[in-house]
T-cell receptor
Framework: KAGVTQTPRYLIKTRGQQVTLSCSPI?????VSWYQQTPGQGLQFLFEYFSETQRNKGNFPGRFSGRQFSNSRSEMNVSTLELGDSALYLCASSLRSPTINSYNEQFFGPGTRLTVL | GIQVEQSPPDLILQEGANSTLRCNFSDSVNNLQWFHQNPWGQLINLFYIPSGTKQNGRLSATTVATERYSLLYISSSQTTDSGVYFC????????????FGKGITLSVRP
């Protein structure tokens, strides 16, 4: 079974631009979560999408948004890029049980390394 | 929210040595994952372990949920074990939202 894929792997943008990152989950997985990793803040949860709906959101400004398509692929968008948005962006997929107290193992993609100049 | 602390922050070992990495969490959890981040940044799943002990080759993990900690054991370490090890737990009521520790950087010297 193919793993989680992310495109592009590397990206260089300038301040003020916007960027779109893509994530394809493992076949059969319906939940996609996004995380930002920086040296200062570590790994932080951005948001989760399931059945094309945002289910959970982290503490990030509205410049960070996402969406999920009917085939479970997800995109995240960052508008008006700032230098501090330079980071490794990781997405994770899981089966996501409908029971709130259940947990499904998450599997991560290789990440997209974004550099903002 | 839940807090996750990992120790020690850095670990240097000679090849062949054994090590224990610790993860403490501030609240009860219904699961826990251990990851190894490779040099290219990808998080590789090591264990998915809400409680008890699991083993996979030279690696094993134990979670004692009632005491809010988990341990990752690496035996007969190899240079390829180098990297950053993270533990992560799901948020209460938001199982897909993982909270990560700051990681443990392991360097295995030949």
């Amino acid at each position: 079974k193919a793993g989680v894929t992310q495109t592009p792997r590397y990206l260089i943008k300038t301040r003020g631009q916007q960027v779109t990152l893509s994530c394809s989950p493992i076949s059969g997985h319906r939940s996609v979560s996004w995380y930002q990793q920086t040296p200062g803040q570590g790994l932080q949860f951005l948001f989760e999408y399931f059945s094309e709906t945002q289910r959970n959101k982290g503490n990030f400004p509205g410049r960070f948004s996402g969406r999920q398509f009917s085939n479970s692929r997800s995109e995240m968008n960052v508008s008006t890029l700032e230098l501090g948005d330079s980071a490794l962006y990781l997405c994770a997929s899981s089966l996501r049980s409908p029971t709130i107290n259940s947990y499904n193992e998450q599997f991560f993609g290789p990440g997209t390394r974004l550099t903002v100049l | 929210g839940i807090q996750v602390e990992q120790s020690p922050p850095d670990l240097i070992l000679q090849e062949g040595a054994n090590s224990t990495l610790r993860c403490n969490f501030s609240d009860s959890v219904n699961n826990l994952q251990w990851f190894h981040q490779n040099p290219w940044g990808q998080l590789i799943n090591l264990f998915y372990i809400p409680s008890g002990t699991k083993q996979n080759g030279r690696l094993s993990a134990t979670t004692v949920a009632t005491e809010r900690y988990s341990l990752l054991y690496i035996s007969s370490s190899q240079t390829t074990d180098s990297g950053v090890y993270f533990c992560a737990v799901p948020a209460t009521g938001a199982n897909s939202k993982l909270t990560f520790g700051k990681g443990i950087t392991l360097s295995v010297r030949p």
